[in-house]
């Protein structure tokens, strides 16, 4: 019976990421009335505790030092290994980011525990844990039971719908000083990506272009849409290679693993890389010119024509619906 569940409560620029609360959901599937500790690390807000806590924490450990201010994998598997270490919980918890995936791995190495990735789902099941993961690329799911006594996995974002609990006490907060060992990493800058508007992975809509939309300026109407609906915009790494947006907007295999509520895919064929990387939204919408295009295969509904036409059209619509 898992007693005691430990979370990582992940922060971006000082406020509480949303996965972090995905996480405590699967933290209450799982505790069975027992102890859930959310821990934050480097300097944060005091407040973050009373948030935590609607969302099911039961104590907060905010894990200080100056070194833990700027993310360095170093730093922060010492100090969440260290918090593992003290509290010796059942069940460890992180979300799948860009962070979780980071230092994840090596806090499990440090603890000596397996680790299970990228879970979109966890249940209790005959009285066995099971986490839900994708494999072959999302092509398939793999339900896998546990039987370690601990259990130490990361769960991705926009997939365990996440709700306040009815009735809360104020979460306890424990301050922890902690002396770290030597940091072989030295952050000298942080150059913050151009990304406007709301944040790709957690989105719940996504306007994506590929190389159809033929230049940056194509990606105009696609922003003038996602603007409208509240949306984030992507894209293929074929409109990345050919330089149309940057990097940082790719989805796909080697790009970001996306699962919103309404994923609208314009000018992208389907490659198997980029399915690999948002078929598993809930809704997608295809608009593309070539009626034989593999996107519309894992399309729930397709539009066959020019995205220059469509997109607008669609846009002032919204635009209309909304008023
Ligand atoms: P294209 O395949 O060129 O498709 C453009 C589409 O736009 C066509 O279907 C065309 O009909 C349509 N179109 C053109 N003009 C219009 C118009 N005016 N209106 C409407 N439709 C129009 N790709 C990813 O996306 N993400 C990844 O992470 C990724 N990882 C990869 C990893 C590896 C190891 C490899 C080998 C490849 C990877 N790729 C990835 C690349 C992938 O194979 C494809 O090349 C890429 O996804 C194609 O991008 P695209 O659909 O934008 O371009």
Excluded: W
Aim: hydrophobic share 40%; with cysteine; aromatic share 6%.
């Amino acid at each position: 019976m898992v007693r005691h569940v430990v979370v990582f409560a992940e922060t971006k620029q000082g406020s509480l990421r949303n996965v972090s609360f995905e996480v405590l959901e699967a933290a209450k599937r799982l505790n069975d009335g027992g102890l859930i500790t959310a821990v934050l690390i480097g300097t944060q807000e005091q407040s973050q505790a009373d948030l935590l806590a609607e969302y099911g924490a039961h104590e907060v450990v905010f894990v200080e030092n100056k070194q833990l201010d700027t993310y360095t994998t170093d730093a922060y598997t010492q100090a969440f290994t260290s918090i593992i270490h003290e509290k010796n919980p059942d069940v460890i918890l992180m979300p799948h980011t860009a962070m979780g995936k980071d230092f994840a791995p090596r806090a499990a190495a440090r603890i000596g525990c397996g680790l299970i990735t990228d879970c979109t789902n966890v249940e209790i099941s005959d009285g066995n844990i099971v986490f839900t993961r994708p494999i072959y690329a999302g092509k398939a799911f793999q339900r896998r039971v546990v039987v370690r006594d601990q259990i130490f996995a990361t769960i991705r974002p926009n997939n365990i719908p996440c709700s306040k609990v009815d009735h809360h006490e104020s979460a306890k907060k424990i301050q922890k000083v902690l002396n770290l060992d030597e940091i072989r990493t030295t952050v000298r800058e942080v150059i913050q990506k151009t990304t406007d508007g709301v944040d790709l992975s957690e989105a719940k809509i996504i306007v994506a272009g590929g190389r159809g939309v033929k230049s940056a300026e194509g990606f105009g109407p696609l922003k003038d849409l996602a603007q409208v609906i509240g949306a984030a915009v992507g894209a293929s790494r074929g409109a990345c290679d050919a330089e149309y947006c940057d990097y940082a907007l790719q989805i796909g295999q080697t790009g970001k693993v996306v699962t919103p509520d309404l994923y609208i895919a314009c000018g992208i064929s389907g490659a198997i890389q980029h399915l690999a990387g948002m078929s598993n939204s809930k809704m997608i919408v295809a608009i593309n010119k070539d009626p034989e295009a593999p996107i519309f295969d894992v399309a729930d509904y397709g539009i066959v024509g020019d995205l220059f036409e469509v997109v607008p059209l669609l846009t002032e619509q919204f635009k209309q619906a909304m008023t």
